[in-house]
């Protein structure tokens, strides 16, 4: 089994596709799925299933900096319910591409600790893999 580290991973995110900054994560989570569609037969003795609507999530935290423009767009996307263009970059140079909807921005506070927010972006729309 091979084991990688996350040297050059990111989360890019931006109001135009080609102004892009990283969010500065700490930890995140992509999450592809396609809704399953059942097409079984009436009296069929097994189940049948064709892929039907595609779509995913991103969640994780990040550092927190309110004077941040990226923390800042997706405050802002809160309040406006603007899309926002991403782009996940994995430690293989591989990239997720598209646009999401922020659902949950959660700044979080802790004693001794780093500011935090969590996050959880829902994808929508076309994405791209590459």
């Known amino acids: 089994m091979a084991i990688y580290n996350t ?6 995110i931006g109001n135009a596709v080609d ?3 990283d969010l500065g ?8 799925a396609s809704e ?25 935290a990040c550092f927190y900096d309110q004077g941040n423009a990226v ?9 406006s319910g603007a ?6 970059t994995l430690h293989s140079g591989a990239t997720i591409s598209g646009t999401i909807l922020v659902e949950n921005w959660s700044p979080e ?7 935090r927010a969590s996050f959880s972006f829902r994808i929508t729309g076309q994405y791209t893999i590459g």
């Not at 899309?83 to 996940?88: E, G, H, I, N, P």
């Not at 506070?109 to 500011?115: Q, R, T």
């Open 71 to 79: 923390k800042g767009m997706v405050e802002g996307a809160v309040k």
């Open 7 to 12: 040297t050059g991973a990111s989360i890019q």
């Open 25 to 32: 994560i700490v930890n995140a989570s992509v999450q592809l």
């Open 83 to 88: 899309t926002l263009f991403f782009t996940v």
């Open 36 to 60: 399953l569609v059942d097409v079984t037969e009436v009296g069929a003795a097994d189940r049948s299933f064709v892929t039907g609507i595609r779509g995913g999530t991103i969640t994780g």
């Open 109 to 115: 506070i802790a004693v001794n600790d780093m500011v």
């Open 19 to 21: 102004t892009k900054a």
